[in-house]
């Protein structure tokens, strides 16, 4: 089902900004925020970018493996370096993604290990304590037609949790890939990642130097990853 669903999803949102740009529908408590917008990402696989006071460089990749063109394996690879505010020289981080998939045929697939997207992180070209994940999740509690993601990132002494966002102002309908993310502490939201157009990062103003930089990281990981659920590979 997985090609049927991602057209549909882009249909539902060309739909929306045919009347006006769809929007992903942020927390009721963002009242007062601050918008960066990632400057750089244009559907390129390489490139420099902006954010604001932070910048860097980037490089992604990824690949469709099918045999007997039933059994499908769908790989992914980036890399980013990021300097800016509360970053003492440069992070970098190398990602990969993992996901399997049989194809039974008319445009009917069915995913046999969930997607699974990591980061590890240097500074200096050493290791350093911090991770990142995200991983599509089904099952109880989750919406069988949607491509749900959660996971985590831990930096700097702030660790974050990261779940898909998919509901759209303006209207009851949601997107069936993610529109964005959003980012808590505790329950508590504390930032949010818009897709729809170049990314953009949202943050309540006065958040904390050292939690936004943590905040930035994530983002700039989410900006490249190439979801398979939008994949183009398997057109």
């Known amino acids: 089902m997985r090609r049927y669903l991602a057209l549909f999803g882009v249909w ?21 925020t601050e918008i960066t917008e990632f400057k750089g990402f244009k559907g390129w696989n390489t490139g420099k970018f902006e ?10 990749s990824e690949d469709r493996l099918a045999l007997f063109e039933t059994w499908i394996a769908r790989s992914g690879k980036a890399r980013f370096a990021i300097a800016g505010p509360e970053i003492s020289s440069t992070i970098e981080a190398r990602c990969r993604m ?44 989750t919406a069988a037609y949607r491509y749900e993601r959660y996971g985590e990132i831990a930096l700097g002494g702030e660790i974050v949790q990261i779940r898909s966002v998919h509901d759209l102002v303006g209207t009851p309908n949601g997107t ?9 502490q505790n329950g508590r939201p504390v930032g949010a990642l818009e897709l729809n157009g170049s990314p953009e990062l949202i943050v309540p103003t006065g958040t904390d130097p050292g939690l936004r930089r943590t905040i930035t990281v994530a983002a700039l990981a989410l900006a490249v990853f190439q979801d398979p659920a939008n994949s183009s590979l398997d057109d």
């Not at 954010?51 to 992604?60: E, I, K, L, P, T």
């Open 12 to 32: 539902a949102l060309a739909s929306c900004a045919a009347i006006q740009p769809a929007q992903m529908r942020l927390p009721a408590s963002f009242t007062t």
């Open 176 to 184: 069936l890939t993610p529109i964005g993310y959003l980012f808590e």
């Open 98 to 141: 993992r996901e399997r998939a049989i194809d039974l045929g008319h445009g009917m697939q069915v995913t046999t290990k969930p997607m699974a997207y990591g980061c590890a992180f240097e500074a200096n070209g050493r290791p350093i304590p911090a991770r990142f994940e995200l991983q599509e999740v089904t099952g109880p509690g």
């Open 51 to 60: 954010a604001g006071r932070y910048n860097g460089s980037y490089q992604r």
